[in-house]
């Protein structure tokens, strides 16, 4: 079976959602281990993240980090 290389797109959305994981858990002052399974726990990661990639590429890290601790809170208030 022939690897398929990634393209431009998907590794943008990939850095992307290195740099949100990375950036909420600093934020939190958690591990980025740590936020990525909290965010994986309850879907965020897809939902939130990647699949708002186009939205959410556009703000400041601050921006994007209060956005992901925001909606995981709401998630875990649940």
């Not at 690897?3 to 959602?17: H, I, M, Y």
């Amino acid at each position: 079976m022939e690897k398929r290389e990634p393209n431009s797109a998907e590794l943008d959305r990939l850095a992307f959602t290195v740099l949100a994981i990375e950036a909420s858990a600093q934020k939190m002052g958690i591990s980025p281990s740590e936020m990525r399974r909290r965010l994986d726990k309850v879907g965020l990661i897809k939902s939130l993240i990647q699949d708002c990639y186009d939205t959410l590429h556009t703000e400041s890290r601050d921006a994007v980090a209060n956005d992901v601790i925001e909606a995981l809170k709401n998630w875990e208030r649940e």
